[in-house]
C-alpha cells in the first residue's frame, strides 16, 4: 500500500481528498494535517511513501514544507495541490522536487488519474536492474503524462533557486539584492532575478530599506508565515 498524508487546512477540502485517495486501489490514507508544522512533525514520525500537499496552509506556505522535508533528507514523493493562477508556484514546486501536481478544484476522476500514474511509475521503480535512456524517458514520462510539468523561467537553476531561498530564509533581518550576490558568489543583477521570483512565488516579501541619507535600498525577507490569499 501507498501511504498517503492529506495537507490541507481546509476541513471539507482535506476530508474529500482523503476519501479519493482510499477510493484508489493500492493507496491508504496514513494521516491528515491541517498546518505547515504538523505535516512536517507527521512527515518525521510516520511511514508515509506519499503527501498531497496544499500550497497554501495557515502558517507556512506548501512549498516551504517541501523545501524543509527535501532539506531533512525526505525522499518522499509529494503532489502539490495549487490553483489555476499560481503558474510560478507550480514552476517552484517543480524546482523543490514535486513529483506532479494537481490543479484546484478537481473531479475524483482527475485525482485517480494522477493517483494510478504515481503507483504505475512506483511499480517500475521497483525493479532492481539498471535502466537504460528509454526506460528512464518512459518512467518519467509515466509520471507526467501527455503534458510536461511547467520548467522555471529562463535563467532561474534549481540549484541556485534553492541556494537562494536558504540565504534568505537564515539571514538575520533581510537582504538587499547585493548582499545576496555578495554572499552567493552572483552579481547583484543574478541575484536580484532569484529574489524577485520567490517574491512572485510567495516566499519572500519586498520592502524598502531606509538609511541614513540618499534613496531607500529595496529588501527582501523570507516571508514566514507562508504565501498569502485565499
Known amino acids: 500500500m501507498i501511504r498517503t498524508l492529506v495537507v490541507d487546512d481546509d476541513p471539507v477540502a482535506a476530508t474529500a481528498h482523503a476519501v479519493y485517495v482510499e477510493r484508489v486501489p493500492g493507496f491508504d490514507v496514513a494521516a491528515v494535517a491541517g498546518t505547515g508544522v504538523e505535516a512536517l512533525r507527521i512527515a518525521a514520525t510516520t511511514a508515509v511513501d506519499l503527501v498531497l500537499l496544499d500550497v497554501h496552509l495557515p502558517d507556512m506556505s506548501g512549498l516551504d514544507v517541501l523545501r524543509r522535508l527535501r532539506t531533512a533528507g525526505h525522499t518522499t514523493d509529494v503532489i ?19 513529483t506532479q501536481y494537481l490543479v484546484k478544484p478537481f473531479t475524483f476522476a482527475v485525482a485517480r488519474a494522477k493517483l494510478e500514474a504515481h503507483r504505475e511509475y512506483r511499480e517500475r521503480l ?23 510539468p511547467a520548467g522555471l523561467p529562463k535563467g532561474i537553476s534549481r540549484a541556485s533557486l ?46 524598502a530599506r531606509y538609511g541614513t541619507a540618499g534613496r531607500p535600498q529595496t529588501e527582501y525577507r523570507w516571508r514566514a508565515g507562508g504565501i498569502s490569499g485565499p
Open 80 to 98: 502539490m495541490v495549487t490553483r489555476a493562477r499560481d503558474l510560478a508556484v507550480v514552476q517552484a514546486a517543480v524546482a523543490f522536487g514535486a
Open 126 to 148: 521497483g525493479g532492481t536492474h539498471a535502466l537504460a535512456q528509454d526506460e528512464v524517458d518512459e518512467l518519467f514520462g509515466t509520471l507526467r503524462g501527455p503534458v510536461a
Open 162 to 207: 534553492a541556494a537562494v531561498a536558504q540565504a534568505l530564509e537564515s539571514a538575520d533581518g533581510g537582504l538587499s539584492a547585493h548582499e545576496a550576490g555578495t554572499a552567493l558568489g552572483a552579481s547583484r543583477v543574478t541575484a536580484r532575478r532569484y529574489l524577485e521570483y520567490l517574491v512572485e512565488t510567495g516566499l519572500g516579501v519586498r520592502r
